[in-house]
Every structure is written in structure tokens, then in C-alpha cells.
């Protein structure tokens, strides 16, 4: 038992000696013990730290189908990262990526719903992989919208010029009203996160968004229709608004995977990221608003999930 007057010194060394902790979980610990610790504090710690202990159980399937620009890059590192060692295999479809991985485990990745669900039978007929877990995320309309802007041509441009900031807010404007693009963008949404929340049973986004804010950032949906190909798979519908808790959300739902983020658009473009960043403090105007949701009702109804309508 830990006493309550444990120094964080002495506590350190009772942790990592008897869980024999991984270099990345000692030095978490190691953080947080700045003063002495209680009898809680320290049980806290011990809970996560054998958190990042537990290894994945065999014969899983991880699958990450999602809209871009919501977290894919992150999500399926983790996968991969966790189901180490992996090797990126070649099938059918050039719309997905399949990682096979060590002890039966493996990970799919894709864009495309369609595709994706066809790679999840391909794969589970070819392997003896029976239980999956499908991740995908939702991420507010206005902090998605300049991502998927910088990931386009005319956006991805801006990522190394030396342009004034109302420049780059004028390219945006253009993006936004530009009815070509904005098709692309209704079809990212339209194509992936309703339809796949509705294969597992949920009534709406918007009900699904209460669940999410109850539950702190997620909702798990373990009711697939059993005609479909997602049998004996469980779907885990995250907020990129609650990130920072990605890595206990994934911990609790599949033990053993461990979240990755992936860099940031702040990263990958310095010279403009003071832009980006204004950019993420932008609101849309009603005539932007309008280009962006045409007649689609799904990105209506995404925008009233973020209270935008």
C-alpha cells in the first residue's frame, strides 16, 4: 500500500520497479511527481501506467474510415504503431491502405466507405482476424473547412509563399465560393460519416453528438447490421475537439493502443502558420456559409451539430 506521505522520489522508484515500465510510461510518471503524491495520486498514476503496459490482443482488425482532415494520419499510426511490427500489403483496391501486422492483427485505412468495407471482407476472409474496431471522427465545420482548404491545390500553394495575411484570407473567401470545390467537400461528408454511423444504428448525428458530449468526446456503437460488412465490429465515433483524451478513450475501448498524433498543419507550413492559425479563428459569413452547404441536407445537418445553423 502507498502511503499518503510518499515522496514523489520514493514513489517514482516503487512504480517503475515493480511494473517494470516501458521508457515512455516512467518518464510520464517521472513528470508528474514534481511534489509529494497521495494515496489517490498515486493509484491514478499505477492505473495508467498499466495502461501503456497492456499489449493487443491477437487477431484484431483496426480500421480507420474517415472524412479527410479529421485525424486519419493519427488514428492509424496508432494502430500501426501499437500492432508493431507491421508491413504495408497490397490489395484490391488502390483507395485503401492494408498494414499486416504481427500476431494476426491488422489495420486498414481509407478515405472511401465503399472501398473500405470491401477491404474489411477481403481481409477477414483472408485471415483469421474475427474481431475489428472501425474509428472515425467528426471536427467543427470551421476548423475542418481551412484544413481541407491548405490540402487542395490553390491551399497547398500558400504553405511556403510569402503572402500578406488578407491575401490568405482572400484565397479562402475564393475556396469557399469557388461551387467545384465545395462539391468535393459535401462529398468527403456525404460519403463516409452518415452512412457509416447509420450501419451501426444511430438514429442521427445529432444524437449521436449528445452521447458524444456525455460521454466526453466519443460514442461507441457495437450494433453493426448483420448483413453488412461490418459483423462482430464495434464503431468508435470521435470528436477531434476532445484529442487531447484520445489516448485514454482508445486505452479503454481496444487495451493495448496507444495514440499518436500526427504533425500539424502548423508544422508542415511555418512560413504561413500565424495565417493558419488566424484562419482557425474564422467565421464563416452567411454567403460563405451558403456556398459551403448548397442544398446537401448532411452538411446542414453537420453544421447544426456544431450550433453553426
Same mark, same amino acid.
Given at each position: 500500500? +502507498?502511503?499518503?506521505?510518499?515522496?514523489?522520489?520514493?514513489?517514482?522508484?516503487?512504480?517503475?520497479?515493480?511494473?517494470?515500465?516501458?521508457?515512455?510510461?516512467?518518464?510520464?510518471?517521472?513528470?508528474?511527481? $514534481?511534489?509529494?503524491? &497521495?494515496?489517490?495520486?498515486?493509484?491514478?498514476?499505477?492505473?495508467?501506467? !498499466?495502461?501503456?503496459? +497492456? !499489449? *493487443?490482443?491477437?487477431?484484431?482488425?483496426?480500421?480507420?474510415?474517415?472524412?479527410?482532415?479529421? @485525424?486519419?494520419?493519427?488514428?492509424?499510426?496508432?494502430?500501426?504503431?501499437?500492432?508493431?511490427?507491421?508491413?504495408?500489403?497490397?490489395?484490391?483496391?488502390?483507395?485503401?491502405?492494408?498494414?499486416?501486422?504481427?500476431?494476426?492483427? @491488422?489495420?486498414?485505412?481509407?478515405?472511401?466507405?465503399?472501398? @473500405?468495407?470491401?477491404?474489411?471482407?477481403?481481409? $477477414?476472409?483472408?485471415?483469421?482476424?474475427?474481431?475489428?474496431?472501425?474509428?472515425?471522427?467528426?471536427?467543427? *465545420?470551421?476548423?475542418?473547412?481551412?484544413?481541407?482548404?491548405?490540402?487542395?491545390?490553390? &491551399?497547398?500553394?500558400?504553405?511556403?509563399?510569402?503572402?500578406?495575411?488578407?491575401?490568405?484570407?482572400? $484565397?479562402?473567401?475564393?475556396?469557399?465560393?469557388?461551387?467545384?470545390? /465545395?462539391?468535393?467537400?459535401?462529398?468527403?461528408?456525404?460519403?463516409?460519416?452518415?452512412?457509416?454511423?447509420?450501419?451501426?444504428?444511430?438514429?442521427?448525428?445529432?444524437?449521436?453528438?449528445?452521447?458524444?458530449?456525455?460521454?466526453?468526446?466519443?460514442?461507441?456503437?457495437?450494433?453493426?447490421?448483420?448483413?453488412? @460488412?461490418?459483423?462482430?465490429?464495434?464503431?468508435?465515433?470521435?470528436?477531434?475537439?476532445?484529442?487531447?483524451?484520445?489516448?485514454?478513450?482508445?486505452?479503454?475501448?481496444?487495451?493495448?493502443?496507444?495514440?499518436?498524433?500526427?504533425?500539424?498543419?502548423?508544422?508542415?507550413?511555418?512560413?504561413?502558420?500565424?495565417?493558419?492559425?488566424?484562419?482557425?479563428?474564422?467565421?464563416?459569413?452567411?454567403?460563405?456559409?451558403?456556398?459551403?452547404?448548397?442544398?446537401?441536407?448532411? /452538411?446542414?445537418?453537420?453544421?447544426?451539430?456544431? &450550433?453553426?445553423?
Amino acid at each position: 500500500m +502507498v502511503n499518503v506521505g510518499l515522496t514523489a522520489s520514493s514513489a517514482f522508484l516503487l512504480v517503475a520497479s515493480c511494473l517494470m515500465l516501458s521508457k515512455d510510461a516512467t518518464r510520464d510518471i517521472h513528470r508528474s511527481l $514534481r511534489q509529494d503524491v &497521495g494515496k489517490e495520486q498515486m493509484k491514478t498514476l499505477i492505473e495508467a501506467a !498499466k495502461k501503456k503496459l +497492456v !499489449k *493487443p490482443a491477437p487477431d484484431i482488425l483496426g480500421v480507420v474510415i474517415n472524412s479527410p482532415k479529421c @485525424g486519419t494520419a493519427g488514428l492509424t499510426q496508432s494502430f500501426v504503431n501499437s500492432f508493431d511490427p507491421c508491413l504495408l500489403k497490397n490489395i484490391t483496391s488502390e483507395e485503401v491502405q492494408y498494414f499486416e501486422c504481427a500476431e494476426g492483427r @491488422g489495420v486498414i485505412r481509407s478515405h472511401d466507405l465503399e472501398r @473500405g468495407t470491401e477491404a474489411i471482407k477481403e481481409i $477477414r476472409r483472408d485471415a483469421a482476424l474475427q474481431q475489428c474496431l472501425v474509428v472515425t471522427a467528426i471536427r467543427h *465545420p470551421e476548423h475542418w473547412l481551412p484544413s481541407l482548404f491548405l490540402q487542395c491545390r490553390e &491551399g497547398n500553394a500558400l504553405c511556403h509563399a510569402d503572402v500578406s495575411r488578407e491575401e490568405y484570407f482572400q $484565397r479562402y473567401h475564393d475556396w469557399l465560393m469557388f461551387e467545384r470545390e /465545395m462539391n468535393k467537400a459535401r462529398n468527403t461528408v456525404r460519403a463516409v460519416r452518415p452512412i457509416l454511423l447509420k450501419a451501426f444504428g444511430a438514429t442521427s448525428l445529432e444524437s449521436e453528438m449528445i452521447k458524444v458530449q456525455e460521454n466526453g468526446g466519443y460514442s461507441l456503437l457495437e450494433d453493426p447490421e448483420p448483413e453488412g @460488412g461490418f459483423k462482430n465490429c464495434k464503431l468508435l465515433f470521435l470528436r477531434m475537439e476532445d484529442e487531447e483524451r484520445w489516448h485514454s478513450i482508445l486505452a479503454d475501448v481496444m487495451p493495448g493502443i496507444r495514440y499518436f498524433k500526427a504533425s500539424s498543419r502548423l508544422d508542415k507550413c511555418p512560413k504561413t502558420a500565424d495565417h493558419y492559425k488566424a484562419l482557425q479563428d474564422y467565421k464563416l459569413s452567411e454567403e460563405e456559409k451558403a456556398s459551403v452547404l448548397g442544398d446537401d441536407p448532411d /452538411m446542414r445537418e453537420y453544421f447544426r451539430a456544431y &450550433g453553426l445553423l
